[in-house]
């Protein structure tokens, strides 16, 4: 099997993956994103947890993630692994969204390959993930994407429970 046939049937894993997931009401899969960018090998989503603490775009203007979501949870399908990664977008954003942004950046980025702390650009990746899949079954990579998800989804939860703390404490 070729480089890209490989990275294809892997990307179809993840997106029946995702697909599971947003059935369960889990996520939101970026389906538009994911049918237009088919051969890119990324998978996006959303929460409903982040967009609440991060609002879209006021104004609906596209971000740079292509819509008016200020984050994305993006999965990058590699021939030998998957970058699971959670990342903001600059673009178009309102003062009180940045502020937001900024303080998660501060107080709860985690892992060596999120971003320094003054990038250049309008993306900051908060969080990132590699799993190795080199060799894995359908099944073992639904298993590795569940860890992994669980592992995200409760770093979300952690996150927007001490920002929920936060603006108590300011009230």
């Not at 179809?12 to 538009?32: F, S, V, Y």
């Not at 003054?118 to 994407?145: A, H, L, W």
Request: glycine share 2%; proline share 2%; hydrophobic share 30%.
């Amino acid at each position: 099997m070729s480089t890209d046939e490989r990275i294809k049937k892997i990307t179809d894993i993840i997106i029946e993956w995702a697909e599971q997931k947003a059935e369960d009401g889990e996520l939101k899969l970026d389906t538009p994103f994911c049918d237009y960018y088919s051969d890119h090998s990324t998978v996006r989503y959303w929460t409903s947890e982040m967009t609440d603490l991060i609002p879209d775009n006021s104004e609906g203007k596209d971000t740079g993630f292509k819509n008016p979501h200020h984050y994305a949870f993006e999965i990058e399908c590699l021939q030998e692994a998957l970058h699971l990664l959670f990342a903001f977008s600059y673009t178009d954003i309102s003062d009180v969204t940045k502020i937001k942004c900024e303080e998660i950046l501060e107080k709860y980025r985690m892992y060596r390959m999120a971003d320094e702390k003054n990038p250049t650009g309008n993306f900051r990746r908060v969080c990132s993930f590699r799993i190795k899949i080199k060799n894995k079954s359908k099944e073992e990579i639904f298993n590795e994407m569940n860890k992994y998800f669980y592992e995200m989804k409760g770093y979300e939860e952690f996150i927007c429970y001490k920002m929920a703390e936060e603006k108590k404490k300011k009230a």
